[in-house]
């Protein structure tokens, strides 16, 4: 993997995990999903959220080509998830709460 998909990966994970864990989503549906009982605890936290889309944006990685060890997918994953909540913890908590 190179450091483009690598950079381009952490955004997709952080701006997925925005999407899901706080907008309003098309035609409501992510906000609908967030007031659900079962899955509305991990769709509003974003360490949870973001470790489940980084994997998922692993997996797309994979299928699309590139060829990882299964001990790299895992680095990865957890790489895209901990970028992403450095993220949303640096710049976008702030601004959510001002």
Do not use: H
Request: proline share 1%; with cysteine.
């Amino acid at each position: 993997m190179s450091v483009m998909q690598f950079i381009i990966g952490c955004l997709a994970t952080f701006r997925l995990t925005c999407f899901i864990s706080r907008d309003y989503g098309p035609f409501g549906i992510f906000s609908a999903l967030r007031k659900w009982d079962r899955g509305s605890k991990l769709l509003k936290c974003t360490f949870c959220t973001s470790t489940w889309l980084a994997m998922f944006v692993s997996l797309g990685f994979y299928f699309s080509g590139v060829n990882v060890t299964w001990m790299e997918w895992i680095c990865y994953t957890l790489s895209f998830s901990t970028i992403t909540i450095i993220i949303d913890r640096t710049w976008v908590s702030d601004y959510i709460s001002n």
